[in-house]
């Protein structure tokens, strides 16, 4: 069975930083793409970042604030957010496509962490 372990939210001021990590563990073939996205009260979820393959893609409102970056090695993913906004208070959430040593695909969703920005 493969599971996503998200780490790194709380609470920091408006114009901070915080960097979350997401490790993926199991009996893994491959990890074909990881990604965060977050979902905040009354909203739906929406796309902050996916990597894969050395591609990054952001959602338009983290552009330029937030930066993805990969660790193969240790199957891991990292989200380093800057500038932060009261409006990037959400439940951030990791989601890693990956292939098994049987050749299964699973998509797969960590638990969600909770990032606050408040002063």
């Known amino acids: 069975q493969v599971q996503l372990a998200e780490s790194g939210g709380g609470l920091v001021w408006p114009g901070g930083s915080l960097t979350l990590s997401c490790v993926a563990t199991?009996?893994?073939?491959?990890?074909?793409?990881m990604g965060w996205y977050r979902q905040a009260p009354g909203k739906e979820r929406e796309l902050v970042a996916t990597?894969?393959?050395?591609?990054?893609n952001y959602g338009d409102s983290v552009k330029g604030r937030f930066t993805i970056s990969r660790d193969t090695a240790r199957n891991a993913v990292y989200l380093q957010m800057n500038s932060l906004k009261p409006d990037d208070t959400a439940v951030y959430s990791c989601?890693?496509?990956?292939?098994?040593?049987?050749?299964?695909?699973?998509?797969?969703w960590g638990r969600g962490t909770l990032v606050t920005v408040s002063s």
């Open positions: 199991g009996i893994i073939r491959q990890i074909t793409r």
């Open positions: 990597i894969s393959s050395g591609n990054t």
């Open positions: 989601n890693g496509r990956i292939m098994t040593l049987d050749f299964s695909n699973l998509e797969v």
